[in-house]
């Protein structure tokens, strides 16, 4: 885990936690069945797959996905 600042939210927004898991398009399914509050679905930049929720604190969590030809360089 490692917290980052990201280049596509607005100005001023903070660093949040990003978390890397296999299948990102199964588990933003899931999280939105649990009521999860999806603030970004998943977007796909060809390096890596993307979303962006947030947790019951209100914290912006990023769910990320990296391309499986880049996953062991």
Known sequence: M????????????????????????AEVARLKAAGVEVVMDVQDNKVCKMAIVKDSEGNRLMLHQIAPERANS
Do not use: H, K, N
């Open 2 to 25: 490692r917290l980052i600042r990201d280049t596509f939210s607005p100005e001023g927004t903070p660093p949040y936690l990003a978390l890397e898991t296999d299948d990102i398009v």
